[in-house]
């Protein structure tokens, strides 16, 4: 069974450009969960979608956002890049609630 | 908010050794998760306990859920090279977010 996929792996961009990053869940499952990851803060919450909706949201500015599409792929957007979105941003996927979160390897993201 | 307190940051054992570390909180939680994540990849799933005084095992690792919920232990038994890594203890609650410890890093020494 394949497991969670990120694309890309690596990223680098400027300042005040915008992200595109990209993740397929396991098969089945319709929760895609995203989080942002650095030595400082360690795993935050971004936003969970279920079903193409949003189900759940963390504390971050409205430069993140996501979406879900019918087959459960999910897309994350950053937009007017800072250098502290510097992170690993890691994608997990599961069945429903109550089920444990299985994760991808995440895009590793670089700000210059 | 919310947070889970593992310790120790960090451990530096001896291979062959056992390991202990654990997870605390404030707060009572229903789900105890255990990952463990290897330098350039993403956190794995170890152990998943749902009962408060459940003792699950997965190999050499050992994970119990405290009888007051408001903590979790993983150990490592005999401890070997690929061991190595970063522990998180993870657990959801309101709303069903899934917050995460800052981790254990552990060190084996040749």
């Known amino acids: 069974k394949a497991g969670v996929t990120q694309t890309p792996r690596y990223l680098i961009k400027t300042r005040g450009q915008q992200v595109t990053l990209s993740c397929s869940p396991i098969?089945?499952?319709?929760?895609v969960s995203w989080y942002q990851q650095t030595p400082g803060q360690g795993l935050q919450f971004l936003f969970e979608y279920f079903s193409e909706t949003q189900r759940n949201k963390g504390n971050f500015p409205g430069r993140f956002s996501g979406r879900q599409f019918s087959n459960s792929r999910s897309e994350m957007n950053v937009s007017t890049l800072e250098l502290g979105d510097s992170a690993l941003y890691l994608c997990?996927?599961?069945?429903?609630?109550?089920?444990?979160?299985?994760f991808g390897d995440g895009t590793r993201l670089s700000i210059l | 908010g919310q947070q889970l307190n593992q310790s120790p940051q960090s451990m530096f054992i001896q291979e062959g050794e056992d390991v202990s570390m654990n997870c605390t909180s404030s707060s009572i939680f229903n789900t105890w998760l255990w990952y463990k994540q290897d330098p350039g990849e993403g956190p794995v799933l170890l152990i998943a306990?749902?009962?408060?005084?459940e003792l699950t095992s997965n190999g050499r690792l050992t994970a119990q859920f405290g009888i007051t919920r408001k903590d979790s232990f993983l150990n490592i038994s005999a401890s070997i090279p690929s061991d190595v890594g970063i522990y998180f203890c993870?657990?959801?609650?309101?709303?069903?977010?899934?917050?995460f410890g800052k981790g254990t890093r552990l060190h084996i020494l040749p």
């Open positions: 993870a657990s959801p609650y309101r709303d069903d977010k899934i917050i």
């Open positions: 306990l749902y009962k408060a005084g």
């Open positions: 997990a996927s599961r069945t429903d609630r109550e089920q444990p979160q299985h």
């Open positions: 098969s089945g499952h319709r929760s």
